[in-house]
């Protein structure tokens, strides 16, 4: 029995409908007007969603096991670390970080607007280095690895990382005056979200949003940051708000004429969870063993993945840059070429 018991527990607290059986259980509806109902009644959205993303892939004989085992291990993997961490890096943050704050914003909805944008900065300023620098890549990696979109890549995430993400996040409010209530609704908000933009071409096809998808991000900008071409690595870092792409120019559309590829550079071996889950710490190590001198060794860990002692760099900048030349010199000869047949015409 205790089995059943404890696998009850685990359904429910996957599916976060314990505040739904509660409100069931009490029948006191006048609770979805306040800020607890309004979180148990969205709680299990994303997770039935995902039932019916796999629901759907089944119906059209879509399914494959191998799109949805690896983040279903980290998700078992991570089940309770994880999580009680990063709870307990948010708490010291705010314990910490409170007195220092350069003011404290009320609870209006200007200062939330306000509050919002300083998280979203929070959030690209972690998500970026997750991405520029390679041992925060070691930590981030896993959540890129998976070779298809739907969402239990969501699930997909390193045991730290919460805490590395949510200590740069929450320091980053509470300094600039987010108060802990409206952080916590804010981290509600990114956190449904943030998970929803993870859903499959299957159940959204184009998810572009049409001109929602010009002030906020969408499923669509979020499958380009998962892309591996090389037009569309270290772009589109924010999650629901995207100015900061904008302004530090990470921003990047889904082109129609790009058909894109998840998963990172490297070939992974995704029925290999240890070369899922510590393949990127596997190979930093590797290269910090065989650089030559301290120096060196240290700049592989700070350096953005596919910096090279030696000199022959594979940086995403490196790559998108290389990709944009070919591109403007193969469309220079698409444009010089009918010119220069029809000069051949003429003559
Ligand atoms: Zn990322
Ligand atoms: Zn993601």
Known sequence: MDVLHTLYHEF???????????????????????????????????????????????????????????????????????RFISLAMVALCIGFFSKYAIFTATNTWYWFIYGYIVWEFGHFLYHYWGHKVRLFWCLHSQHHTPETMNLSVTYAHFFLEGAYADVIRTTVCILLGVNPFMLGVIMFID?????????????????????????????????????????????????????WDRVFKTYEPERRDITIEYGISRKVNMKNFFDVYFGEFYYLFKDVVKAPGLKNKLLYIVMPPGWSHTGEHKTATIVKREYREQEAASQQTATIQPAYEQEKAIC
């Open 12 to 82: 429910v607290g996957f599916f976060n409908v314990d505040g739904v059986v509660k409100l069931f259980r009490t029948g006191n509806y006048q609770s979805l007007l306040t800020w607890d109902g309004i979180t148990a009644a969205i709680g299990p959205f994303i997770p039935f969603l995902l039932v019916i993303e796999i629901i759907r892939a089944a119906v059209y004989k879509r399914f494959k096991i191998e799109d949805y085992r690896v983040p279903f291990l980290i998700f078992v993997f991570n089940r309770f670390i994880g």
């Open 191 to 243: 956190g449904t979200w943030g998970a929803f933009i993870h859903v499959g071409e299957n159940v959204i096809k184009d998810a572009r949003f049409g001109f929602i998808g010009r002030l906020i991000l969408t499923p669509s900008h979020h499958r380009v940051h998962h892309a591996r071409n090389p037009l569309y690595m270290d772009t589109n870092f924010c999650n629901l708000l995207n100015i």
